[in-house]
C-alpha cells in the first residue's frame, strides 16, 4: 500500500509552482472496478485519488495504472462539486458529483478510510457551507461543530448521520421491487438527483424478534411520528412552533411509521384501514403551510387535547411490550419508522371510538403537548416551499415526500411480515419437499417426450425422402419427354434443304435476283450452323461437320468472285482516260464512283455473311478490296494532280526581283509595274502583264486558287470512300449482323450477337481502311505543293488559307482521316511560311543607305504597301481562319523591323551634329510620310495600328525639323524670349524690365535685327532649305521618290509657317505682358509670316 501511495505521489502530484511548492498534496486514494462497457468486456481497474491544492481546494481524480507502473489521469472532479454519498455495501458505494457514480472496491478497510478522508476534506474545504448528503455512513466526530450537533447525530435513527428531509424520500417503484429476505441495492433516479433528493438505503428482511427489538429502540431514540385523526373528525389546524425551540436538528428529521410487535411476528394493517389512513394523510397533507411562526397555546380547541393525551398514554406503554431497548444498532439492519404512537392511532382507527370515560384526564394536557412537538418537529424538517418551473414556490413537493415515504415504509412492513410467517411455519419445508419430488418427475417425463419426438422427426424424415424420390423420378420422366422433344427439334433446325446446298454451289453471283436466291439460302446454312454451334451430340456433329464444308465453299466462292469483280469495275471506271472528265468547256474533274459503289453495294448481305461465318475470308477480300480502291483512286488523282500543275501561273520575272532587300533592284531593272508612284492604284501582276493578254495559255490562276480546286475535288472522294466502305465492309459500330439483315428469329439474332465479333487482327486491318486506300495521296500533295510554291513562292499564304478552309470542314464532318492528312499538310506549310517571313526580316536588316549621298524613300518601305496587297489578295475569305493570325504576326514584325532599320538608316547620314540631325529627321519625315499615305489608301483594318505608329514618328520627326530649321535665322529671338518665359515662372512681369539681361535695352537690341524685311530674308532662305532637303535631292533618285518628296515638301512648309506664327504671337504677347510701359514692340506681325510663305510656296 505505501509503495502504491508513493507512485502515485510520483507520478501525479509531484508537480511543483514557480515558488517551488507542490501545486497538490495527496490525501488518500482506493481502488476501484468499473464497468468497461459492451465494447470492453467484463470490468476494469480504475484508481481514485484524493487531493487538496495548495490554495485550499481539493479535487477527486480517477487514474489508471499503466503498463510502466505509473499512473495517468484520466478525469477530475472539483471537491466543491460533491453532493451525497451513499454506501451500498461495504465493498461498494455511492457517489454523486455532476452525476451519480457507483464504485466497487476491493477492501472494506480502504473504503472506510476513504470515505473518512474524504468527508474530512470536504468539511475542510468547504468550511460547512455546502451540505453534504450521507446514507450508510456516520459523520466523523472529528468534523462536528457543537456539541448539540455532535449528540443529535448519535441519536438520530437514522443510518445517514446528518441527512436532509429531501434524503427520506423514495420512489414507489422501487419500494415495490424489494425482497423481504435479500433486498438489492438502490440506485437513485434521475429526476431525484436532479431535485438534490438522493435515495435511502435499502431495508433488509427484519424478523419478528428483530422488528420488536427495533421498535423498542425507537420509541426512546426518536420523537413519535404524525398522529392521524379518527374518521369523522374535522380537519385539525397544524400547531405551530415556537420561535424559542431548543432543538436545532429538525431539519434533519425524519417521518417515521412503524407497527408494533406481536408474538415474534409482525402486525399487518388491515386494507380498509390502511386506506382510511393514506385518504387522511393524503387529505391532511394537501392543504398548505402558510407559515411556520409559532401560535398562542389558547388557540387549541379541548377536543384535539384530549384526544392527544389519549394517543400519548398508548405511546407510553409501548416500551413495556417490547421485547427491550437497544440503543445500537446494526449499520446494515432495516430501521422501521413506525413508532408506538402510530400503531395505537390505527388501532384506535380499527377498533373504533374510545369513551370519554375511559380517556385519562390528568395527562392530556402534557400529552398533548408533546405531541404537537413531535409532529411540528418531524413536518419542520420539510422544505415546504419549492421552485418550479418559473420561479415561483410552492409546497407540492413536501407533501409528495411525505406521502411516498408513509406508503414506502407501509410496503416495507407487509413484506416483513410475509417474510415472517414464512419463517414462522414447519410445515413449509415439507411442502418444498413434495414439491421438489413433483419437479423432478416432470423433468422425467420431459425426457421421455424429447425421446419419442426425436424417433418421430427420423420417420417424419424418412417420409419426406420417399415422397421427394418419388416427385424426382416424376420430374424425371417429365425431363426426358422434353428433352426428346427438344433434340427432335434441334435435328429439325439443324437441317439444311439439299436445294439450297446447291443453290450456294451453283447460282449465279452477278444477277440481283441470283443474289437474292444466294442470301436466302445463306440464311438456311446460317441457321443450321448457328444453332449447333453450342452443341456436341453425336446426332448432329457429322451433318453439322458437312455443312461447315459447304460453309468454306460458298466463302470462297463469293471471295474469287468479287476479287475479280473489284479489279474489273475498276478498270472499267478508268478507261482511257484515267477516270478524269474532260468537258470541251471548263476544267477537268474526277469521274465519281456512283456506279461501282451501286454495283458492289448488292453484295453488302453476303459480306456480312463472311463476317460472321469465315472470318479469314472476309479479311483477305477486305484487304482486296483495299488494294483495288487504292490503285483506282491513286490513278486518279495522280492524273488530277498532273493536269492541274499546268494551271498555276509562274511569277512575272519583275515581281521575282521585287523583295524587301534592296540587293534584289537595280536601276536598270525597275519597273513601273513593280514599284508604283505614290498615289496611283495597286493593280494584280496579271493586270501588269497587259501584253501577254492574248496569248492563249492555261497558265492563268495562282498556285492558290488551283490548290483549292483540288481539295474540291478530292475532298468530296475521300468522304464518299469512307462511307461506301462502312456499309459495304461493315466497318462501323452499329453491330449488324447477318441475322438481323435477313430478319430472322430473335433466338437467332441473340445467338448471332453472342458470338459476332472480329480478332485482333482483322480489327487492325478494317479500321486502317483508309490509310490503306489513300496512303499515297499525302506524298502526291506534297509533290505537288512544292512544285506549285517553286512557281510562286508568295502563294504560301494563300495555300495555307485553302487548306485551312477544308480542314474546317473535315472538323465539322469529324472525319478522322481527312483531317489528320490535312493537319500533316499544314504543319509542313506552316514552317515554309515562318521561313518566307524570316528571308523578308533578313531582306529588311541588310538593306542599308549609303552614308555620303541619301536615297529618299527606303525601298523595303516603297516594297511593303506592293507585299500586303499580294498578301491580302490571297486571303479573300479568310477570315477566322489560323492563316489571318499568322500574317497580323508576320505584318507586325515586318514593320518593327522596318521602322528600327529605317532608324538605323538615318543615323548613318550627315557629318556634323546639326546636319546629321536634319538628314535624320528629312528621312524619317519622308518615309513615314510614303508609309502613311499609301497604307491609308488600303482601308485594312490589321494595318491600321502600323498607321498610328508612323504618324506619331512622323509628327515627332516634323516637329524637331521644323525647330532645328528656325534655331539659325530664329535662333537670338527664340533663346532671348524663352528666357524671359522660364523667368516669369518665378518673377513678376513688372520685375522683368529691372532684369540687366532682360530690360529695355536688350529688347530693342534683340528686336531691331528682326523687322518686316529681315522676316522676308529668312523665310526666303528658310525655303531653299526645304527645297534641297526634300526636293532636289529626290529628283536625283527615282520617280516615286521625287513625287513623293513635293508632298512632304508641302506639309514640311506648312509646317513652318504654323510655327513661326505661334513664335510670333507668344513674341508679342510676352511684350504686352512684360514691357507694356516700355513703348517698344515687334516689328513686324504674323500677317506679315503669312505673306512671305504665301509668296515663297515650296513645292508647287
Known sequence: MADQRQKIITSVFSRRNASGNLEETYVSHVKIWEDAGPEGGGRKPRYILLSQANNGSGFIHKSKLNT????????????????????????????TLSRTYRWQTENQIDQANFLDALIRLFRTVTRGSVPLQLEGIQEPDPLAATPSQSNYAQSSPSSSGITSVSQNQRSRTSSQSERPSDLPDRVPSPLALRNGVPPRAASPAMSGRGVAATRGAMSKARPPSITVPQQGTPPLRQPRRPSNAGSTSSQVTSVNLQTMPSQGSSLELPRDARQTSNHLLSKDTSQKIRTLSPVPSHAESP??????????????????????????????????????????????????PIPDDQLDIEGEEADAQATLANVEEMIEGYEWASDDVIGRKGTRGAVELIEARLLDELMALEKANIHSFLESDDRIALVMKFMDSAIAELDNMDGLISSYKIHLNAASEDILYIQSQNRGLQVQTQNQRALLAELQNLLRTVHVDQDALVTLTQESLEKAQSIQHLEESASELY?????????????????????????????????????????????LLLGETDGILKPTKGRPSLIQHREIEAY?????GLM??????????????CAAYFSAASDLHGTQIKALLGIYINFVRKMPEEEQEQGFSA?????????????????????????????????????????????????????????????????????????????DYMGLDSYFRRQAARVAGLSQTTLKLVRGAMD??????????????????????????????ALERFQVEAEERNHEFFQALLSKQHTRLKAVFDRHVNDQLKGIEQTKLNSKKRKGIAHFVKYFPVYVTHVENQLLGAGGLEIRISVDEAYDKIVKTMFDSLKQMAKLEGEGEDKGQLNFHVILIENMHYFIGEMSRMDLGSVSSFIRQAEGIYDENLSAYVKLMFRRPFGKIIDYFEGVDNLLRTTGPGEIAANAAYNKSALKKVLKEYSVKDIRKH????????????IETAEKTDDVTSTTAAAVSVGVWKACEEELVRLTELFLSLISQCYADTGVSLEYTASDVESAFRRLRVGL
Open 663 to 739: 540587293t534584289t533592284l537595280t536601276v536598270a531593272t525597275k519597273g513601273v509595274a513593280g514599284i508604283r508612284r505614290a498615289g496611283t492604284i495597286i493593280r494584280s501582276p496579271v493586270e501588269a502583264r497587259s501584253k501577254e493578254k492574248d496569248k492563249p495559255s492555261d497558265a492563268d490562276l495562282r498556285a492558290s486558287e488551283v490548290f483549292g480546286k483540288i481539295l474540291e475535288q478530292i475532298a468530296p472522294l475521300v468522304y464518299r470512300e469512307g462511307e461506301f466502305i462502312a456499309d459495304f465492309l461493315q466497318i462501323n459500330d452499329a453491330a449488324l449482323t447477318f441475322a
Open 68 to 95: 510502466n507502473g505509473s499512473f495517468s489521469v484520466g478525469k477530475t472532479w472539483r471537491l466543491a462539486e460533491l453532493r451525497a454519498l451513499q454506501v451500498v455495501n461495504p465493498l461498494a458505494f455511492n457517489i
Open 772 to 801: 490503306l486506300i489513300f496512303g499515297f495521296l499525302s506524298g502526291d500533295l506534297k509533290i505537288w505543293l512544292d512544285k506549285a510554291l517553286a512557281r510562286d513562292h508568295m502563294e504560301i499564304i494563300g495555300v495555307l488559307s
Open 303 to 352: 377536543g384535539f387535547l384530549a384526544r392527544t393525551r389519549k394517543i400519548s398514554s398508548q405511546s407510553a406503554m409501548a416500551p413495556a411490550i417490547s421485547d427491550g431497548p437497544s440503543m445500537r444498532r446494526d449499520q446494515h439492519a432495516r430501521i422501521s419508522y413506525f413508532d408506538p404512537s402510530n400503531q395505537a392511532m390505527l388501532d384506535r382507527l380499527i377498533t373504533g
Open 527 to 571: 441457321k443450321a450452323l448457328l444453332a449447333g454451334r453450342d452443341t456436341d451430340m453425336a446426332a448432329t456433329m457429322e451433318r453439322l461437320q458437312e455443312y461447315r464444308t459447304h460453309n468454306s465453299q460458298f466463302c470462297k466462292r463469293v471471295f474469287d468472285f468479287l476479287s475479280i469483280m473489284f479489279t474489273a469495275q475498276s478498270k
Open 600 to 604: 458492289l453495294g448488292r453484295y453488302a
Open 1019 to 1030: 523665310v526666303e532662305a528658310l525655303s531653299k532649305r526645304v527645297e534641297k532637303h526634300f
Open 608 to 621: 456480312l455473311y463472311l463476317k460472321e461465318m469465315d472470318e479469314n475470308i472476309y479479311a483477305r477480300l
